[in-house]
């Protein structure tokens, strides 16, 4: 069964960092890439960044260039997004997702199996 489980997330004072996880189950991400998406209150989902393990290729939206950093364990099956410099314009659920043919284009790839999302609030 594919499974994605996020956590990490939390309340941050703006200019602070959180390290977000997402556990994978049921395939290895070593072939598959691994998205990050967010959505704000009120808005629509947004991709961060993405994962391509055997493609060696990354991707950061630009409104997270320079702040965020994904990486990869294929040890554990886990992809993380390094946050620094959270801004009160960060704040939303998080959710990770990975590459299937059909789903949420984003980076060049196609997003279809989702996990439940963990909450990240950047307030004062």
């Known amino acids: 069964q594919v499974q994605l489980v996020e956590s990490g997330g939390g309340l941050v004072q703006p200019g602070g960092s959180l390290r977000l996880s997402c556990a994978v189950s049921?395939?290895?991400?070593?072939?598959?890439?691994i998205g990050w998406f967010c959505r704000a209150p009120g808005k629509g989902r947004e991709g961060v960044s993405l994962?391509?393990?055997?493609?060696?290729?990354?991707y950061y939206s630009d409104s997270v260039k320079g702040r965020f950093t994904i990486s990869s364990d294929t040890a554990k099956n886990t992809v993380y997004l390094q946050m620094d410099n959270l801004a009160p314009e960060d704040t939303a659920t998080y959710f990770c997702?990975?590459?299937?043919?059909?789903?949420?284009?984003?980076?060049?790839?196609?997003?279809?199996?989702w996990g439940q999302g963990t909450p990240v609030t950047v307030s004062s």
């Open positions: 994962i391509s393990k055997h493609l060696n290729f990354k």
């Open positions: 049921g395939f290895t991400l070593e072939y598959y890439a």
């Open positions: 997702a990975a590459e299937e043919g059909y789903g949420v284009a984003f980076g060049g790839f196609k997003f279809g199996l």
